[in-house]
């Protein structure tokens, strides 16, 4: 077997239409820090980035930064307004004391340096206003962070955990650092691995869980993927992977991945191993999470669209036996698609003691969930002598349900917590294109009459951030040719699904015709990104009947559209206060 070119060369670029640019950075820590698998996660990323969902990109893999603001300047140097950048960083962060009183909690963030020394969130900030500007208002700047506490650039140092510094609740987000209103700048979408209090974890076969699950979305992304889709895939990732870790959207994430034209997507086939059985040799392998649990899609040049079967796959590599017969020129040429059933990246998982396995495991089996090491958790407490006990469900220290150890399963809240667990996941991962795009707004509320006020805007970079308290409401409109069923949807920075719609509430919308929801809701903890999901069917849906676990009917996915739009809330009062 040939040596995998993501091991083989530590310098990928890759061809590109000028406009599209990628900047990889590892930041090695000193040698009294924590080791981390930083070359993992770069490998991952770069792989992503050749599968195309970006569009062809002009990439840069720095595998020891010793300086990132320097490397960030020199970026700023090749590009030209309109391009669009990506930038990821992994690495150490810390806290130091702020000198110049411009942090609400008194910390600037910073990274950690190979020599011991810090680079200051301020410095970074700095550098990437810089980016802004040269990409200019066409332009768009991504930035990704694989740091602890990257919601406030700050980790902290512990092991399998990258960084040190103390974790302040209810710090300071990026989104108050470097995603202010500015004329001439690119707008900025800024995916962080987690809040500004929170630990990001490393997987257990090296490397960064956010940056694995970013790869993944990457690769799977649908046609007209936005940043929001990508950010949703991540979290029903670490749900279930790192349920301490709530990876944070900041900033732009209505924006598409690849906004010019779409891009061929796919993993590209790095070569023909003649047979019998022939077979196609790909790079990924279980870095990307590739094996026999996912659907594959050949798309050969002319247009024809085949299956293709996993034959073996190691740590960087994937072979595949084609379902088509084609010449090896035609195959050699192809790319391959990844496609996952169902809405989860990874399986619905449910941590189970021993004693509870022969009883529940076929019960859960048929909702779905399998036992192991997952982010929920069941367990029992014991009652008296003449009771069974109690069943617990728990997410981390959170408590989703109880209910007594020998009540009926089908009726017991724990059943309908996982009912809706799983349903919630789901439905955050749903897309359907069967027809024009709806559209969301939201509207200023008064919390006590629910009367809407004025349009919520987006800043000059496109985010749309909220202080706590605040009310809110939605307005929907749609271009479809003919009437729409509406229905709304919450997630909130946990994931947790809520219909804000009775069943019975869902209004039928003709093209073009505004509506504005009569419910409202405030803004309240948990902090971070919140999405509120849009689903326009020609068919009525049951949508909170289904939720609570009822069966759901009907074909309404086949002529259906999908909308989301995200806003982020910060427990920082200081900054926020002035947003529209």
Known sequence: MSPSLLTAVPWLALSAAAGQHALLMAVPPPPSAAALDLGRDLDRLATAAAAGPLGPTAL??????????????????????????????????????????????????????????????????????????????????VLTLDTCHSGGLLRGLQPAARGSGPAVPGADTLGHEWVR?????????????????????????????????????????PAGATWSTVHARIQAALAQAAPAQHPVL???????????????????VDGVVAGPPLQLRIAGGTLLGLDDRARYALVLEDGRVC??????????QTFLQPGCAAPPAALAAARVRVEREGAPPSPRRLA????????????LAAEGWTAGPAALVLTTEPGPESEAGTLVLRAGATELARSPAGAPWSTSPVATALRRRRRATELAALELAGGPSPSLRLRAADPTTCAPGAVLVPDATGALQLPPGAGITVEVRHTAPGPRRIHLVHFDADN????????????????????????????????????????????????????????????????GATTTLTYTLSAVTAWAGAAP
């Open 352 to 363: 189970l003691p021993p004693a509870l396995h022969d009883r529940l495991l076929p019960l």
């Open 250 to 268: 900041l900033g732009a994430g209505h924006l598409p991945l690849a906004p010019d034209a779409p891009a061929a997507g796919g993993l590209a």
């Open 307 to 316: 299956s293709a079967a996993v034959a073996s796959t190691t740590a960087s």
């Open 60 to 141: 840069e893999r720095a595998a020891a930064t010793a300086d990132p603001a320097a490397a960030l300047a020199a970026q700023a140097r090749r590009l030209a307004p309109g391009d669009r950048l990506w930038v990821h960083i992994s690495g150490h962060g810390t806290r130091v004391a702020d000198d110049d009183r411009d942090e609400a909690d008194g910390w600037d963030e910073a990274l950690l340096l190979t020599d011991g020394g810090v680079v200051r969130d301020d410095a970074l900030g700095a550098a990437l206003t810089e980016l802004r500007r040269a990409l200019g208002p066409a332009g768009h700047l």
């Open 496 to 559: 947790r699904a809520t219909a804000l719609l009775d069943d019975d509430e869902a209004p039928l919308l003709a093209p073009g015709e505004a509506w504005t929801s009569p419910r409202c809701w405030q803004t309240v903890p948990p902090w971070g990104t919140e999405r509120l999901k849009l689903l326009a069917t020609r068919a009525p849906l049951p949508l909170a009947t289904w939720l609570d676990g009822a069966p759901l009917r009907g074909d309404w996915t086949a002529d």
């Open 181 to 221: 209103p500015a004329d001439a700048l690119a707008p900025v979408t800024i995916l962080a691995a987690a809040r500004a209090d929170e630990l990001a974890e490393e997987a257990p076969g090296g490397g960064g869980r956010f940056s694995q699950a970013l790869a993944e979305a990457l690769v799977r992304a």
